[in-house]
Protein backbone atom coordinates (compact mmCIF):
# COMPACT_ATOMS: atom_id res chain seq x y z
CA UNK A 1 0.00 0.00 0.00
CA UNK A 2 1.14 3.47 -1.59
CA UNK A 3 2.00 5.84 1.75
CA UNK A 4 0.03 8.35 1.22
CA UNK A 5 -3.02 6.25 1.19
CA UNK A 6 -2.23 4.57 4.78
CA UNK A 7 -4.91 5.27 6.94
CA UNK A 8 -3.59 8.76 9.12
CA UNK A 9 -5.93 8.06 12.06
CA UNK A 10 -5.19 5.70 14.51
CA UNK A 11 -7.65 5.95 17.40
CA UNK A 12 -9.62 8.33 18.96
CA UNK A 13 -8.38 10.35 22.04
CA UNK A 14 -11.00 11.94 23.53
CA UNK A 15 -14.77 13.91 22.93
CA UNK A 16 -15.44 17.11 24.80
CA UNK A 17 -19.42 16.74 26.30
CA UNK A 18 -20.96 20.24 27.77
CA UNK A 19 -22.52 19.87 31.35
CA UNK A 20 -24.21 22.22 33.41
CA UNK A 21 -22.63 20.89 36.70
CA UNK A 22 -19.35 19.25 37.02
CA UNK A 23 -20.92 17.23 40.12
CA UNK A 24 -24.26 16.81 38.75
CA UNK A 25 -22.74 15.32 36.10
CA UNK A 26 -20.48 12.92 38.46
CA UNK A 27 -23.13 11.59 39.29
CA UNK A 28 -24.01 9.74 36.13
CA UNK A 29 -20.74 9.10 34.85
CA UNK A 30 -19.09 7.85 38.00
CA UNK A 31 -22.03 6.98 39.97
CA UNK A 32 -23.78 5.46 36.90
CA UNK A 33 -21.47 4.46 34.53
CA UNK A 34 -18.45 4.17 36.87
CA UNK A 35 -16.25 5.92 34.82
CA UNK A 36 -13.05 6.89 36.57
CA UNK A 37 -11.71 10.64 36.84
CA UNK A 38 -8.24 11.59 35.26
CA UNK A 39 -6.94 13.84 38.16
CA UNK A 40 -3.91 14.93 34.79
CA UNK A 41 -6.34 17.55 33.92
CA UNK A 42 -4.96 21.13 34.10
CA UNK A 43 -6.30 24.08 35.41
CA UNK A 44 -8.23 25.05 32.43
CA UNK A 45 -9.39 28.71 33.73
CA UNK A 46 -13.23 27.03 33.64
CA UNK A 47 -15.19 23.57 35.66
CA UNK A 48 -14.57 20.65 34.13
CA UNK A 49 -13.28 17.19 34.85
CA UNK A 50 -11.75 14.29 32.28
CA UNK A 51 -12.97 10.56 32.70
CA UNK A 52 -10.92 7.63 31.58
CA UNK A 53 -12.16 5.28 28.95
CA UNK A 54 -9.59 2.80 28.57
CA UNK A 55 -7.17 4.19 26.15
CA UNK A 56 -9.47 7.23 25.41
CA UNK A 57 -10.97 9.87 27.66
CA UNK A 58 -14.39 12.16 27.84
CA UNK A 59 -13.90 15.75 28.85
CA UNK A 60 -16.85 17.52 30.66
CA UNK A 61 -17.12 20.75 30.16
CA UNK A 62 -18.94 23.18 32.68
CA UNK A 63 -19.94 26.12 30.11
CA UNK A 64 -22.72 27.80 28.78
CA UNK A 65 -24.25 25.46 25.94
CA UNK A 66 -24.34 26.75 22.69
CA UNK A 67 -26.69 24.70 21.30
CA UNK A 68 -30.33 23.85 22.17
CA UNK A 69 -31.08 20.15 24.64
CA UNK A 70 -34.92 21.61 23.75
CA UNK A 71 -36.34 19.22 20.87
CA UNK A 72 -33.86 16.44 20.59
CA UNK A 73 -34.79 13.45 19.47
CA UNK A 74 -36.07 10.68 22.01
CA UNK A 75 -34.43 8.09 20.77
CA UNK A 76 -30.45 8.94 20.93
CA UNK A 77 -29.45 7.05 18.44
CA UNK A 78 -30.71 9.78 15.78
CA UNK A 79 -29.15 12.63 18.09
CA UNK A 80 -25.17 13.24 18.17
CA UNK A 81 -24.18 10.67 20.78
CA UNK A 82 -20.86 9.08 22.50
CA UNK A 83 -21.05 5.05 22.02
CA UNK A 84 -19.27 3.21 25.18
CA UNK A 85 -18.28 -0.46 25.21
CA UNK A 86 -19.62 -1.91 28.08
CA UNK A 87 -19.14 -5.17 30.23
CA UNK A 88 -22.65 -5.86 31.23
CA UNK A 89 -25.09 -3.94 29.57
CA UNK A 90 -27.62 -5.94 31.98
CA UNK A 91 -25.91 -3.94 35.17
CA UNK A 92 -25.89 -0.56 33.38
CA UNK A 93 -29.66 -1.03 32.39
CA UNK A 94 -30.32 -1.53 36.47
CA UNK A 95 -28.37 1.18 37.48
CA UNK A 96 -30.49 3.59 34.69
CA UNK A 97 -33.75 2.07 36.25
CA UNK A 98 -32.58 2.70 39.63
CA UNK A 99 -31.69 6.11 39.04
CA UNK A 100 -34.71 6.61 36.76
CA UNK A 101 -33.00 7.30 33.96
CA UNK A 102 -34.87 6.77 30.36
CA UNK A 103 -33.29 4.79 27.95
CA UNK A 104 -34.57 3.17 24.35
CA UNK A 105 -33.08 -0.44 23.12
CA UNK A 106 -31.22 0.17 19.47
CA UNK A 107 -33.31 -0.08 16.78
CA UNK A 108 -30.55 -2.00 14.79
CA UNK A 109 -31.17 -4.91 16.94
CA UNK A 110 -27.55 -5.19 18.59
CA UNK A 111 -27.19 -5.80 22.12
CA UNK A 112 -26.97 -2.00 23.00
CA UNK A 113 -29.58 0.98 24.53
CA UNK A 114 -29.33 4.88 24.42
CA UNK A 115 -29.95 7.13 27.15
CA UNK A 116 -29.17 11.21 28.07
CA UNK A 117 -27.05 12.25 30.60
CA UNK A 118 -28.62 14.62 33.15
CA UNK A 119 -27.99 17.78 30.40
CA UNK A 120 -29.19 15.56 27.82
CA UNK A 121 -26.30 14.45 26.17
CA UNK A 122 -26.73 11.09 23.84
CA UNK A 123 -24.99 8.21 25.28
CA UNK A 124 -25.17 4.91 23.78
CA UNK A 125 -24.04 1.84 25.30
CA UNK A 126 -23.19 -1.07 23.68
CA UNK A 127 -22.26 -4.65 24.68
CA UNK A 128 -19.81 -6.57 22.89
Request: aromatic share 6%.
Amino acid sequence: MPQDSLPLIKALDHCSLIVNSTSKALEFYVGILNLEVDDARPDLGYPGVWLKVGESQIHLLELPNPDSVDDRPEHGGRDHHVALQVVDLNILIQRLKAANIRYTKSKSGREALFCRDYDGNAIELLER
